[in-house]
């Protein structure tokens, strides 16, 4: 059952964590005239924050919540994104990502933005996160998720 | 829809920030950050200065273009690169500027930085904006 994700901005916007597992998660939203940008379109803003909160919750679980209080948390450093195709509000969008890579010092993640109704990609995202030091494997053990 | 320059767009409106000030090529936006705009670790959420980037960057290619070119041949984000330097809390206030790098007949670049006050810079992103063909009507 869906529920609410842990970022207040993610949870504002109104976008429901579907699934979450380790260096895993998919996200969904319901669009609506709120969020739209100028000419009337699903605002970019809106996908590359549902989008840096997919990889953000993917890493948590990989990470673990000891891992986590212990050395501190994760955070975006860099993220890149290609807008295949416009969203109009109305639309069911669902977002899923994975961590690609975790190691001692930084974490790289891809996510996809896809339409429900007919599963057309919109937009994709690569992003890299910075881990606290002192967390994860070595550099040369990178784990993949 | 009704265009003008001074209005942000509904999703900018819905994060809550303010319109300052624009130019030929530029623009500039700021936001009072609440809790609403943070990630779980109390931080702005990334989404919030990627979005703000974007609209100053549009907005900034608009000056240029202008609001009647805007209106029949709308340009959209294609591209977009942000790192993000440094954090910001509730009760910060953040500052967006956006600045256009070219206008082409089909496709614009645009930069942006947001600022934590006056100084500190905590986000730095690059924008191409295709211009797409005219509505119809």
């Known amino acids: ?145 | 829809m009704q265009y003008d320059e001074h209005t942000p767009s509904p999703f900018s409106t819905l994060i809550g920030a303010h319109p300052e000030e624009a130019g030929e090529g530029y623009a500039r936006m700021s936001l009072v950050l609440e809790e609403k705009h943070t990630n779980p670790n109390g931080i702005v959420h990334g989404g919030v200065l990627t979005s703000l980037m974007d609209e100053v960057c549009g907005w900034a290619v608009m000056t240029v273009r202008g609001i009647e070119a805007m209106v029949q041949a709308p340009h959209a984000t294609v591209d977009m690169n942000v790192s993000f330097l440094s954090g910001a809390r509730p009760g910060d206030t953040i500052v967006v500027e956006g600045r256009a790098l070219r206008v082409g007949r089909s496709v614009a670049f645009a930069e942006a930085e947001v600022r934590r006050g006056e100084d500190t810079l905590i986000a730095k992103g690059r924008f191409t904006f295709v211009i797409q063909g005219k509505r119809d009507g």
Not at chain 1, 52 to 65: C, K, Q, T
Not at chain 1, 121 to 137: D, R, S
């Open chain 1, 1 to 145: 059952m869906a529920e609410q994700p842990g970022a207040p901005f993610t949870a504002y916007i109104g976008a429901l964590l579907e699934e979450k597992a380790e260096g895993y998660s998919r996200l969904s939203l319901k669009t609506d005239t709120r969020h739209a940008d100028a000419s009337g379109c699903v605002h970019p803003g809106v996908l590359t924050s549902v989008m840096d909160s997919v990889i953000g919750i993917g890493l948590s679980r990989l990470r673990g919540d000891d891992a986590r209080e212990k050395h501190g948390p994760h955070a975006t450093i860099g993220m890149s994104t290609s807008f295949y195709a416009q969203a109009t509000p109305g639309d069911e969008l669902v977002f899923e990502g994975r961590v690609i890579r975790l190691t001692d010092r930084v974490a790289f993640g891809e996510v996809e933005t896809r339409r429900t109704a007919d599963g057309e990609m919109i937009a994709k995202a690569h992003l890299t996160f910075a881990i606290p030091v002192g967390q994860g494997p070595s550099p040369d053990e990178g784990r993949r998720a």
